[in-house]
């Protein structure tokens, strides 16, 4: 039988399976679902014409698999930039992403430069616990020669079961004598939220100016931890007499929106949240629940252009509900919701685009490409709070806040920080009208 003709057969047999599971159909809908099956058919046989002619006659041999992952992956990137399909070798890579949390040895490594060179270790975490120190050249892991290795490639060494040590050559800087290093393995949960600056033991200050009690928080993205470690830090912050906070969401891409609706509830006492609805996902609406809520006090959300998805859904929340002003730039426009299927019983994966997010006021976040800017998408910043960074300040921003980041040295000419320092104004002159009043 030809190779054609076998797959054919199974994909009809799966297409006849599909509506042999629909409910029973009238005359009309029959005609219509028979017209769907031999469209099916039509364009099956499509596929698998143009797979044989691959497989058969390409100049080389391909990997079959290859193939059909290819194929899967052009329908999804098809579809829009946001679905995708995961391969095997890529789940894992995907779920730890997700989780953000994995078995290594809690250091940043920097390539960049042909050496592997590690930038910063997580306070607390076994590599801090080693000694390991900014500067620090991997030369060695596990007695082999790290020499050739990409970042990714090393990363990929280092993780593993906790509880493992790691054996680590290591040259230290302005050295060349190749240092060994045992390192034990434990699970790492990468911080999602970050303060302004860094205490002595290298762990994060959360006050922004403590003469005026402003608090200020940076989530980086939205985890399944990001919830718990951001109601830690508030809870700190509030014990300690914090007056205002400064929410900074700038380039935070989006992450799960479940963290974002808990993040969101635990700053309103009432209200919308966020609704989400799409062809064959019935809408669904989010409120505010009572007594799970910080004090009342002015909040300021920072936003930039690559503020997307989850972000914007917390900003969207705080500045529909009238709990924070915006300041920064508008947006990026990201509010479509991606369900991840899982295929052949979870080995690999399917992130399909499946829904809207809309915000409480009942605008649709997500711009489309027909959209212009003066239209509806988004969020925007407060009236008189935006304030659009240029090239050169962009670049500074991000060169001022990796310094902090990664515990690099300051760059040689402090950032002035527009956004920030509206934000400042702003509290400032709420906190100062707030205590008038009281």
Not at 144 to 170: C, D, F, H, N, Y
Not at 208 to 213: G, I, Q, S, V, Y
Not at 377 to 393: F, I, L, R
Request: with cysteine; hydrophobic share 40%.
């Amino acid at each position: 039988m030809k190779i054609t003709s076998s797959i054919l057969m199974c994909l009809l047999a799966a297409t006849a399976g599909f509506y042999a599971a629909q409910p029973t159909l009238n005359a009309v809908e029959d005609k219509s679902a028979i017209d769907r099956t031999r469209e099916d058919f039509e364009l099956m046989r499509l596929f698998a014409e143009a797979y044989e002619q691959i497989d058969l006659g390409y100049v080389n041999d391909v990997d079959r698999r290859d193939l059909v992952e290819a194929a899967i992956q052009g329908m999804a990137t098809h579809l829009d930039p946001y679905s995708s399909y995961i391969a095997p070798r890529n789940v894992r890579q995907f779920d730890r992403y997700i989780d953000q949390e994995f078995g290594g040895i809690g250091i940043h490594v920097n390539g960049g430069s042909g050496k592997l060179e590690v930038i910063s270790t997580l306070p607390g975490s076994p590599a801090f616990r080693a000694g390991l120190k900014s500067g620090d050249e991997i030369v060695e892991v596990d007695g082999k020669s790290t020499k050739g290795l990409t970042q990714a490639a090393l990363t990929e060494r280092l993780t593993g079961p906790s509880g493992r040590p790691v054996e680590l050559g290591i040259v230290r800087a302005g050295s060349t004598t190749t240092e060994q290093v045992t390192v034990v393995r434990e699970v790492i949960q990468i911080p999602t939220v970050l303060g302004y600056r860094r205490n002595a033991d290298h762990t994060w200050n959360y006050m922004l100016d403590e003469a005026n009690t402003f608090g200020y928080l940076r989530i980086t993205h939205f985890t399944k931890n990001t919830p718990e470690e951001l109601q830690r830090t508030m809870e700190a912050l509030v014990e300690a007499g914090v007056k205002g906070i400064v929410l900074d969401l700038r380039s935070n891409p989006g992450g799960l929106l479940t963290a974002a609706i808990e993040i969101s509830d635990m700053f309103l006492e009432s209200g919308m949240i966020v609704s989400v609805k799409g062809r064959t996902v019935p809408e669904r609406t989010w409120q505010a629940k009572q007594g799970l809520t910080f004090p009342n006090m002015p909040i300021a959300v920072l936003v930039n252009r690559d503020s997307a998805s989850a972000s914007e859904v917390l900003g969207a929340a705080l500045q529909d509900n009238k709990r924070a002003i915006i300041v920064g730039e508008r947006t990026f426009g990201k509010g479509s919701v991606q369900t991840v299927l899982r295929l052949e019983s979870g080995k690999s994966l399917l992130k399909l685009t499946t829904a809207s997010y809309f915000r409480p006021n009942g605008v649709n976040i997500h711009r489309t490409a027909d959209m212009k800017p003066e239209d509806d998408w988004g969020v925007k910043p407060s009236e008189g709070h935006e304030h659009h960074m240029s090239k050169e300040q962009w670049q500074s921003w991000l060169t001022a806040r990796d310094a902090i980041d990664y515990e690099r040295p300051e760059p040689d000419v402090a950032f002035e920080d527009p956004h920030l320092t509206d934000a400042a104004a702003w509290l400032t002159k709420e906190i100062a009208t707030t205590e008038t009043v009281e």
